[in-house]
């Protein structure tokens, strides 16, 4: 096990009109470990996704990022080390054009124009959206669109990168591509996913969470043969799919 990047102990969090949706999450992440995030409607992958960059912080509890605690005096630091990509792009995306979109997080990191430029330039190459780097982004397409927020995330080339729901609406294509990106980055990847063979490609482990607690934790392998326990969680595995022996 390597040495832990990301810690969550106990970890209660509850939305402003009272709404309960992590309670008591306990976790931590090795760095370069990737762990699929998995679980029904509701459970609370999103929330805890936006407690791992501060955007969210815990009502009791604790986060830490490489040991240090998420707090108003290291959050400038969190943001640098841990990239989030939202469930939903337009969370994301508001500059005028893609590329000021990608160049937004890079340029307030304080990179000079062309550092800032070879990381717009190699982001958008890396998600195959270079050919919308000068359109508005709400003329997109959601897939597009979820393209160019992952592509404003790498731009920042975070130790740790959180996908929420990376494949949902791309084609098969993008789908496939994109897996191998991920495949390739050395970083700390999360992945919260309903897609469970794309969770299984990309993951050595998944962690269930259900109603705001941990439901499952485990080598992907197991879980994902365990019938009882993804029925339990409203997991399914697609029609026709069988989990291939070896990788
Ligand atoms: N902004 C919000 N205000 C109030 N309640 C919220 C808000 N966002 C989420 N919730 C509630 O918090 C709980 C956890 O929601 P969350 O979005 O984290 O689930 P999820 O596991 O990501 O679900 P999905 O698979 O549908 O994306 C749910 O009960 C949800 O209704
Ligand atoms: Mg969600």
């Given at each position: 096990?390597?040495?832990?990047?990301?810690?969550?102990?106990?970890?209660?969090?509850?939305?402003?009109?009272?709404?309960?949706?992590?309670?008591?999450?306990?976790?931590?992440f090795?760095?370069?470990e990737r762990v699929a995030v998995l679980g029904?409607?509701?459970?609370?992958k999103?929330?805890l996704c936006?407690?791992?960059?501060?955007?969210?912080?815990?009502?009791?509890?604790?986060?830490?990022?490489?040991?240090?605690?998420?707090?108003?005096?290291?959050?400038?630091?969190?943001?640098?080390?841990?990239?989030?990509?939202?469930?939903?792009?337009?969370?994301?995306?508001?500059?005028?054009?893609?590329?000021?979109?990608?160049?937004?997080?890079?340029?307030?990191?304080?990179?000079?124009?062309?550092?800032?430029?070879?990381?717009?330039?190699?982001?958008?190459?890396?998600?195959?959206?270079?050919?919308?780097?000068?359109?508005?982004?709400?003329?997109?397409?959601?897939?597009?669109?979820?393209?160019?927020?992952?592509?404003?995330?790498?731009?920042?080339?975070?130790?740790?990168?959180v996908l929420d729901e990376p494949s949902?609406?791309?084609?098969?294509?993008?789908?496939?591509?994109?897996a191998?990106?991920l495949?390739?980055?050395?970083?700390?990847l999360v992945m919260v996913t309903h897609d469970l063979p794309y969770a299984w490609q990309l993951c050595h482990r998944a962690v269930i969470v259900?109603?705001?607690?941990?439901?499952g934790d485990g080598p992907i392998d197991h879980i994902l043969?365990?019938?009882?326990?993804?029925?339990?969680?409203?997991l399914?595995?697609?029609?026709?799919?069988?989990?291939?022996?070896?990788?």
């Amino acid at each position: 096990m390597t040495p832990p990047i990301v810690e969550l102990d106990d970890v209660h969090f509850a939305y402003p009109d009272g709404q309960h949706a992590l309670d008591g999450v306990t976790l931590s992440f090795g760095a370069g470990e990737r762990v699929a995030v998995l679980g029904p409607n509701g459970a609370g992958k999103s929330t805890l996704c936006l407690h791992l960059n501060g955007i969210l912080r815990p009502q009791s509890g604790t986060v830490r990022i490489g040991g240090t605690e998420i707090d108003d005096s290291s959050l400038t630091e969190v943001r640098r080390r841990v990239g989030v990509v939202f469930q939903d792009p337009d969370d994301m995306l508001f500059m005028p054009t893609v590329a000021q979109d990608v160049a937004f997080g890079p340029a307030n990191l304080g990179l000079d124009r062309d550092a800032v430029q070879r990381r717009v330039d190699s982001a958008l190459q890396m998600v195959g959206m270079t050919h919308v780097r000068d359109r508005p982004p709400h003329h997109l397409s959601f897939g597009q669109r979820k393209r160019v927020a992952a592509a404003a995330v790498l731009a920042m080339e975070p130790d740790v990168l959180v996908l929420d729901e990376p494949s949902s609406n791309l084609d098969p294509r993008s789908r496939r591509e994109f897996a191998e990106i991920l495949d390739a980055l050395p970083q700390t990847l999360v992945m919260v996913t309903h897609d469970l063979p794309y969770a299984w490609q990309l993951c050595h482990r998944a962690v269930i969470v259900d109603e705001g607690r941990v439901a499952g934790d485990g080598p992907i392998d197991h879980i994902l043969a365990d019938d009882a326990l993804l029925d339990a969680h409203a997991l399914e595995l697609p029609e026709g799919f069988s989990l291939p022996t070896q990788r």
